[in-house]
């Protein structure tokens, strides 16, 4: 067997024992659900660690993360415990992909828990093997992002870079953390300024599957994001009916 096709044997199977060791901590306070998500996840090859409430999951997280987090709000008496824990997780890691699973499914409550920095919200109706498929996206866009990317990976639209290599933006050279829904929503957006982009084109760049709403949520935080190091940013322009357009 000619060596090239050992090293690409190796890197599959490389690949294939990074993908089985991928650790997913389920934050759920009623045992039943809890151990349910595990089995179906554990079966699905994944490593699972379930936690009841707030604490225990940040004490375990505190010399390690997880690769993905899901997360019910209401954590027994801590009512808006999940809320809370996803504003910490965040302020961790800008890119620990979090999803929401939850028995709300109010529009209050999803475009709380998206404002927040969650990738995805999800009501607890949904199927086991929908959720895995959710997972899934979650991981390969991840993957995608990791990936070599053709160069340059820097990419620069009048103030505001772009390294997609290393998912770092920067807005008049100071830096902004977006998770890594938004950034690639900006990528979308600013890689051709003066366009339109359909809310169903941004979902599409960005990998995700969230109603439309959802969107005009990460908007708003994007908007937010830039705003906070030049409060006069008004790059991102909505267009009605239409969707969002990158102004000059
Ligand atoms: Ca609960």
New binding site residues.
Partial sequence: MPIPNLISLTRSITKIAHVASREIAII???AV?RDNYSDYLQRQGYRVAGYASRQAALGAFETRLPDLVIL?????DDIDG?FELCRELRARSATLPIIFL??RDSDFDTVAGLRLGADDYLTKEISLPHLAARIAALFRRQEAMTQAQPKPALFTCGALLLDTDQLIVQWMEKPITLTVTEFWMVHALARRPGHVRSRNHLMEEARIYVDEASVSSHIKRIRRKFQEIDPDFDHIESVYGAGYRWRH
């Avoid at 019910?72 to 027994?76: A, E, V």
């Fill in positions: 759920e306070d009623e659900i019910d709000i209401g954590l027994s999940g939850t028995a």
